[in-house]
């Protein structure tokens, strides 16, 4: 009974931490898509920089976002470097893979703000995913061992696998 209760508990927080990652993200997209929406058509940049400002600006409203709220935790204050460089890391996978996408869309006749849309869907689950396993893990330890040990796809794949012999 209470072993249900603790995993109905865990799957409230699961559901929680989902709806203000979306909040978060919509906030991210949004601002990044206004600033983009002026460079791109109010000042006339290229896509390449209008992305990359729009972007940046995004990023720095996601990063407080994501760290300070949706994936808050105890033991991220203590790794704080190590956090910001992964979130750095996944950035700026995120931009050429957004830009990439943004682009081929628009060679094939889409709108490069119906392309951000498109992008947006994709990373919707590509960064939780990122974020909940890698940039912000809810422990820097796996099977007593500090994360940065262990080889970065071990650490995504075995994360939240229990330890033989725990009860979790």
Known sequence: MAQESKSSTKLHQR????????????????????????CYSGLHWTLWWAKILADVVGWVVNYGLQRFWVFSSPALSEHRVEVTKRYAIITLVDFL??????????VAGLTPYLGQFVSAGFFTFWNYAWYRWWVFPESHRLRGRPLRSLPRTAVMIAQHVPHRGSSK
């Open 15 to 38: 559901i929680i931490q989902l709806a203000e990652y979306m909040i978060s993200g919509g906030l991210y997209f949004w601002t990044g898509y206004l600033v983009f929406f002026v």
């Open 97 to 106: 893979l957004d830009y990439v996408i943004v682009r081929e869309l628009k």
